[in-house]
């Protein structure tokens, strides 16, 4: 049919015709090529979308795809203040099922629970019978070993995805601070989770990658250790259901150690649940007792119109409405401030707090950041409890730290502002956010400050004072002691207290704050049958200061003779 | 194979005048599908509930009967792929409208024949007739001007596209209207009218988008993935990205268990899960392979018919491939197209092979084409007097 129509074609005009076929031959070779181009032009950007795809592994829009990515995040390791590790993340086995290729649920179950005897039977059973499933976590994270031992079992349907799991080498020192993390590896608590709002953690498949800069604490691993290991002997000596005690740089209001007990594993977060390990520093209000008094005679020294050696009249009980407050021990004749704080005069308390009246207490307070809830690093600390309303009663009892209840480092942070010189202090983790070359603002005066420096220092040095037994030779404590009774059903509970003590060293230029704190200590032999804060939280205190002072670098002064010996 | 240069059989010419090069490399993609249909099917075919190589075996009979079919009307003349083609079309046109009025409805769609229980898309056979008889109306327009050719093959188009359209198949009807108008384009409309044609589609695209509610939210979907689930696409780019370049390994994939369209549509996704990108693109440089091939026949061709069925069979069988590849990888809209020779699916495997069939037959080494034959884009270099053109020639035309 064609070489007819050709034929044809040039028997009528055999040039003109091929002349014609040329340009149609040219042109259509032309354009045909033109489509060459654009056809291999579309070959190739495949190929390189191909490429891209392939090259660029896993990247973030897969995580928003499809149901079994096993997905964990890359967090940063954290590190104390010496660059030693407390939390890293290492990479571990996660077991997970195929429901669809699981031959025989029965051996399954069997056989999986002689290895791993923690896993619910009939959960699996349950999530193993579906056979539309294909992909149910059975085991997030466990040891190597573990995951040979399953391995072994040769089980159709079971295989292994590696994840990044958080490992804290320390166990449970400072795992009140650190917090802890949830299965995907997301900071749910403590300084995790402030790593998570504030540093932002990448989201990972599998294997580790870079998990950038690592995270450094305010936290001393030695301090830390030193505090946990005297607060857990006091625990023993003096038979206290719990105890609490946090170091705090007094200037820059970096946290040194802050420690919790009974204490919380990070790894497993369910303890946190536990009421007995909540966070006594930050997650407890507690009413603090005379250590309070501090406050109290910073605020009267501040009023202008006392001094240390104004004397009051402080025989007479003080009565307002139905309540009669008296001391323990009055001493029977008037005591001048200083006396009043050495002897831990309830009556005293309550007469300088009574001579600023409500306004100016409640002021003084308000200014120290008592008043309104704060949050450190760790999250949010318990908010303040409150006296509804400032009257007589109030005034006389939060003088001497009853009637209202402040959590820990709230109190830590305010006496710091006391007796640091008069500069505002915010208590802070995370190391290189606070700037101790520029203080905050002013809170009380410098004489005011140098005036309870003096007191605590005489409370601790002078025969007569109660926090006697915190002395440590040659680093020049001060501190002050708090009993409070717990309240309870009925009332107080006369032999149910806080023991506290705070205290501060070395007192001629105060560089560190320390407070302890004992929960419902028992009069053991050792603190001669008393349960009041001088028999127990004062020892202790001196006790933990006697070992982190040389840690800290702290030089001792006065009588060599005086130290004990091995101290440096 | 072997022949002797004396043997004057028809199975002997054919052997010394196809490009042997362009049929291996269809063989190579023919054996590819069959051995990656082991990769996706019987994952899919347990799920719908067949034996597990359900679609294997039915992979295997139509590779073989296609392979048939290819071979046979590569054997053909190009007058007698002409012929055969208006055969075809002319069946497949009924079979069309036939659909329209006998056809089960799927999806929203009468795409399918039942006959005597074998499912037939008359649309997939269609295609390569309507192209091969479109590039003869266009040649004879520009070779006669004086008979209506011309609006003859925009009859033939829009007949085609209407009973495409109403199926409705839009998939289809873009693939046929850019093979057209690459036709158009390449058998010497003037850019004119080429610019004229090409804003055509652009509306034709446009009001599919409007009117047709699928293609809109597809459309949507693909340019802003946060209104719709997109979930089978997006599984797919998961294919790819776990595959990196090396794959997981054959039978380590999973998104096969997941992509109901795993052993058609998103074949080359199963691919690249499990044996990466280095294989997807090696299927590509294959698949573009023949396409450039085929093309640079055209390029040479003589005889205008010709080398218009060469352009239209190969750019279908190349933007079906495209099409298919680049939805795979993100690049376009979801949109329901099988993959030639790997997607399992009867009439497409059958189609294609007769799409192939019919481009080997019209690229073979043809001694009275040759005689006519200058380098290309010099016209000016003396030709030999077609004169002495015939059927049969001696050997040594044949070598040179």
């Known amino acids: ?568 | 194979m072997k022949f002797s240069r004396a043997d004057r059989s028809r199975l002997a010419e054919w052997w010394f005048t196809v490009d042997h090069v362009l049929l291996y490399a269809i063989l190579i993609v023919v054996a590819a599908g069959t051995v990656l249909s082991l990769a996706a099917s019987p994952a899919v075919a347990l799920k719908k509930g067949f034996h597990a190589y359900y679609f294997v075996e039915r992979h295997v009979f139509f590779s073989l009967a296609g392979l048939a079919i290819m071979l046979v009307v590569s054997l053909l003349e190009p007058a007698s792929v002409r012929r055969l083609a208006v055969v075809v079309l002319g069946a497949s046109l009924v079979g069309l409208i036939a659909v329209y009025f006998l056809g089960e409805e799927i999806n929203g769609a009468r795409r399918w024949l039942s006959i005597e229980g074998h499912s037939i898309q008359p649309s997939e056979f269609a295609k390569p007739a309507f192209v091969v008889v479109s590039g003869w109306l266009l040649a004879e327009a520009r070779r006669r001007p004086d008979m209506p050719a011309l609006p003859l093959a925009m009859l033939l188009f829009a007949i085609f596209a209407g009973l495409l359209v109403i199926q409705p198949d839009v998939g289809q009807t873009m693939l046929m209207t850019l093979v057209w108008m690459t036709m158009l384009f390449v058998s010497g409309l003037a850019l004119k009218g080429a610019a004229v044609v090409a804003a055509a589609g652009a509306v034709g695209l446009y009001a599919a988008y409007l009117y047709y509610p699928h293609v809109t939210s597809r459309i949507d979907r693909f340019f802003s993935p946060a209104t719709g689930d997109f979930s089978q696409g997006e599984r797919a780019l998961r294919a790819f990205l776990e595959g990196g370049l090396l794959g997981r390994g054959p039978g380590e994939g999973t998104i096969k268990t997941s992509l109901p369209d795993a052993h058609t549509d998103y074949i080359f996704a199963v691919v690249a899960e499990e044996f990466g990108a280095v294989a997807c693109l090696g299927l590509l440089a294959l698949f573009a392979f023949v396409v450039l091939r085929a093309l640079r026949h055209a390029e040479t061709e003589p005889d205008a018919a010709t080398r218009l069925g060469i352009v239209g069979l190969a750019l279908m069988f190349g933007f079906q491939a495209l099409i298919n590849m680049g939805v795979n990888v993100g690049l376009l809209p979801a949109k329901g197209m099988t993959l030639p020779f790997l997607s399992a699916g009867g009439s497409s495997m059958l189609a294609i092979s007769l799409t192939l069939g019919m481009l080997l037959a019209l690229t073979r080494h043809r001694p009275d084409a040759d005689r006519l034959k200058k380098p290309p884009l010099m016209p000016s270099l003396p030709s030999l007097r077609p004169s002495v053109a015939s059927k049969k020639t001696s050997n040594d035309e044949i070598k040179q």
């Open chain 1, 1 to 568: 049919m064609k070489g007819a129509a050709r034929g044809g074609r040039q028997t009528r005009s055999p040039e003109l015709a091929r002349s014609r076929a040329d340009i149609l031959r040219g042109t259509g070779g032309l354009r045909t090529r033109l489509v060459m181009l654009g056809i291999a032009f579309l070959f190739g950007s495949i190929a390189l979308q191909l490429a891209r795809l392939a090259t660029t592994g896993g990247l973030d829009m897969v995580a928003t795809l499809t149901e079994p990515v096993a997905r964990s995040y890359v967090r940063p390791d954290i590190l104390d203040r010496g660059g030693r590790l407390l939390a890293t993340d290492i990479e571990m086995p996660s077991l997970y099922a195929d429901p669809f290729l699981v031959q025989s649920i029965d051996e399954v179950t069997e056989r999986l629970g002689g290895v791993l005897p923690d896993l619910n039977e009939g959960e699996l059973r349950r999530t193993l019978s579906d056979r539309n499933r294909r992909f149910i976590w059975l085991k997030r994270g466990m040891p190597p070993k573990v995951a040979q031992r399953v391995h072994d079992l040769g089980l159709p349907g079971l295989d292994f995805r590696t994840e990044l799991r958080r490992a804290y080498p320390l166990e449970r020192l400072a795992g009140h601070v650190l917090g802890s993390v949830n299965v995907d590896n997301r900071g749910i608590s403590g300084i995790e989770r402030a790593i998570d709002d504030t540093i932002g953690v990448e989201p990972s498949h599998g294997a580790a990658s870079n998990a950038g800069t690592p995270v450094r604490l305010t936290l001393d691993l030695g301090v830390q250790h030193a505090v946990e290991d005297e607060l857990l002997g006091a625990m023993t000596r003096f038979e206290a259901k719990g105890a609490a005690g946090l170091v705090m740089d007094i200037r820059t209001g970096e946290m040194l150690a802050a420690s919790s007990l009974p204490g919380l594993d990070p790894s497993q977060p369910g303890e946190a649940l536990a009421p007995e390990r909540l966070d006594k520093i930050q997650g407890g209000t507690y009413e603090l007792g005379s250590i309070f008094k501090i406050l109290t005679v910073a605020m009267a020294l501040e009023g202008g119109n006392t001094k240390l050696d104004t004397v009051l009249d402080v025989t007479k009980p003080l009565t307002a409405g139905r309540f009669t407050i008296k001391d323990l021990h009055s001493s029977g004749r008037p005591l001048t401030v200083s006396e009043v704080f050495i002897h831990s005069s309830n009556v005293g308390s309550g007469l300088l707090a009574l001579a600023e009246g409500p306004d100016k207490q409640k002021a003084f307070l308000e200014k120290l950041g008592l008043m309104t809830p704060m949050r450190t690093d760790a999250g949010p600390v318990a908010p303040p409890q409150l006296p509804p309303r400032f009257g007589r009663v109030e005034q006389i009892t939060v003088a001497y730290g009853h009637g209202m209840a402040v959590a820990p480092i709230q109190f830590a942070a305010a006496t710091a502002a006391v007796l640091n010189g008069g500069t505002a202090v915010t208590p802070t983790y995370f190391r290189g956010r606070n700037d101790a070359a520029t203080p905050g603002a002013r809170l009380v005066s410098a004489e005011t400050s140098n005036s309870l420096r003096v007191l605590l220092r005489r409370n601790v040095s002078e025969r007569e004072g109660t926090g006697r037994r915190a002395d440590v030779p040659g680093y020049r404590v001060g501190g002050k002691t708090g009993t409070a009774e717990m309240p309870g059903r009925g009332g107080y509970q006369e032999k149910s207290v806080v023991a506290s003590f705070l205290a501060a060293f070395p007192m001629d230029a105060p560089q560190y704050l320390v407070l302890v704190l004992l929960f419902e200590p028992k009069g053991t032999a050792e603190a001669d049958g008393e349960v009041l804060a001088g028999r127990n939280a004062a020892p202790t205190a001196g006790r933990v200061i006697a070992r982190i002072a040389p840690l800290l670098g702290v030089k001792p002064d006065g009588d060599v003779a005086q130290l004990p010996a091995g101290t440096p």
